[in-house]
C-alpha cells in the first residue's frame, strides 16, 4: 500500500500536446458524451466553472475536475460538498465525493484524462503528446509526514537551527533521463502560517517526450508515468536520498 492512500492523498493527471486553438464552443461539444452520462432529470451532475474563449473548465458532483485549454487536458480529483436545509434547523454540509485509495482513484483519473483526450484530439495527426503529469496532493499534520519527507524538510531548515516555523520550498529536478525522455518532479512543500498547522505536500511528477507521441501511444505511455511516478513517490517517503546526511536527525 503506498503512503498516499493512507494518507487520502489527491490525484491529478494531465496531459501535453502541441497546441491548437479551438473555440470553447468546439471544446464542450467534443466532451457532449461525458456531460450526458451526468444528466439529471431535475438537476444535471456537473458545473461548469469556467468558460472562456479557447479553455473550459467543468466538475462532476462526484468530484472530478476536468480542465481543457489548447495544450493541456487534466483531470483532478477533488472532495465536494453539498449545503442541505433542514426542517426548522440550521443546514447540513453532505460530502458528495467518494473516499478512496489515491492509487484507486489514480487509475480513475487516468481512464478518465485518456478518455477526454480520445474525444477531443481522436487520431488528429497534426496534434502530438509532448508531456504528462501525475500529481500527489496531500494536507497531514507534521506528526503523520513520511520519515523520508520529513527528513528531507528538517535537512532543508537546518541553516535556521530547528526553528523555522512556517515554510514554503519548492525543488524541481529530474530524476531520470534516457534518449527517448526526460522525467523530473516538481516538489511544493508548505506549511503556511494558519491554525490547523497542517502541511501541503504537493508532488508533480513529469515526463517529457523528446520526440512527440502520437495519439495512439497516450494509454500506454500514461500508465508508464503513473507507475514511475508512484515508485518516486514511494522513494522521497522512505528517505534514502537523504542518507548521505545521516547527521539529520528524525525524532
Same mark, same amino acid.
Given at each position: 500500500m503506498s503512503w498516499c492512500d493512507k494518507l487520502a492523498s489527491r490525484p491529478t493527471v +494531465? #496531459?501535453?500536446?502541441?497546441?491548437h486553438f479551438r473555440p470553447s464552443s468546439e471544446l464542450l461539444s467534443a466532451v457532449v458524451p461525458?456531460?450526458?452520462e451526468l444528466a439529471g432529470p431535475? @438537476?444535471?451532475k456537473f458545473t #461548469? @466553472?469556467?468558460q472562456d474563449t479557447f479553455s473550459i473548465d467543468f466538475i462532476t458532483e462526484s468530484g472530478f475536475r476536468y480542465g481543457i485549454d489548447p495544450a493541456r487536458i487534466s483531470v483532478e480529483f477533488q472532495h465536494r460538498v453539498k449545503v442541505t436545509n433542514t426542517s426548522g434547523g440550521i443546514p447540513i454540509m453532505e460530502l458528495l465525493s467518494k473516499q478512496? *485509495? /489515491?492509487t484507486h482513484m489514480l487509475a480513475e483519473v487516468s481512464k478518465r484524462t485518456v478518455d477526454a483526450a480520445e474525444l477531443l484530439i481522436g487520431s488528429n495527426p497534426n496534434r502530438a503528446l509532448e508531456k504528462i503529469g501525475v500529481v500527489s496532493t496531500t494536507i497531514v499534520s507534521e506528526a503523520d509526514l *513520511? *520519515? +523520508?519527507i520529513r527528513r528531507g524538510i528538517? /535537512? #532543508?531548515s537546518r541553516p535556521w537551527h530547528d526553528e523555522v516555523e512556517h515554510y514554503q520550498f519548492q525543488v524541481v529536478a529530474f530524476t531520470n533521463r534516457t534518449d527517448e525522455w526526460d522525467d523530473r518532479c516538481v516538489h511544493n512543500i508548505a506549511k503556511p502560517e494558519s491554525e490547523d498547522g497542517f502541511v501541503t505536500l504537493q508532488f508533480d511528477y513529469q515526463r517529457i517526450f523528446k520526440n512527440k507521441k502520437a495519439m495512439s501511444s497516450v494509454k500506454p505511455a500514461v500508465a508508464s508515468v503513473q507507475d514511475a511516478a508512484l515508485a518516486y513517490f514511494e522513494k522521497l517517503a522512505q528517505g534514502d536520498m537523504?542518507?548521505?546526511n545521516d547527521d539529520v536527525a528524525i525524532d
Open positions: +494531465g #496531459l501535453t500536446f502541441n497546441k461525458v456531460l450526458d431535475i @438537476s444535471d #461548469l @466553472s469556467k478512496e *485509495p /489515491y *513520511p *520519515p +523520508g528538517q /535537512y #532543508l537523504f542518507d548521505a
